[in-house]
């Protein structure tokens, strides 16, 4: 069994985010994980990402506040609980557009 407690969880940057912080919870650099990552992600007000695509799945849930993500295709906001998923190569931006912090986790293929 392999532990990652939050108050020593490591922050991680990436790339095109903004009045983020990111946490590696599981996988990589954190844990011995075979298939998915995962990450919690801390959203200041105005805090987003840029648009952009990835050529894996990603799952998102909100577990704080409000995040809207937007795709070509439109755009969905999420409260907490709710989750989305994004297929290979869907490009995704995300918002946190209130004036309350917000905080997802993402799970995505090593």
């Known amino acids: 069994m392999q532990v990652t407690r939050y108050s020593e969880a490591q922050s991680y940057e990436a790339a095109e985010h903004y ?7 599981q996988g990589k650099e954190a844990t011995a994980t075979d298939t998915i990552w995962i990450g919690l992600s801390h959203l200041l007000p105005g805090g987003h990402t840029s648009l952009k695509d990835a050529p894996v799945e990603k799952i998102y849930i909100v577990v704080a506040g409000s995040v809207t993500i ?19 190569g869907e490009a995704r931006a995300l918002f946190n557009r209130t004036n309350s912090p917000a905080t997802v986790l993402l799970a995505m293929p090593v």
């Open 19 to 25: 009045d983020m912080r990111c946490l590696r919870l």
């Open 70 to 88: 937007e795709t070509p295709n439109g755009e969905v906001t999420l409260g907490c609980l709710d989750s989305c998923r994004l297929a290979p």
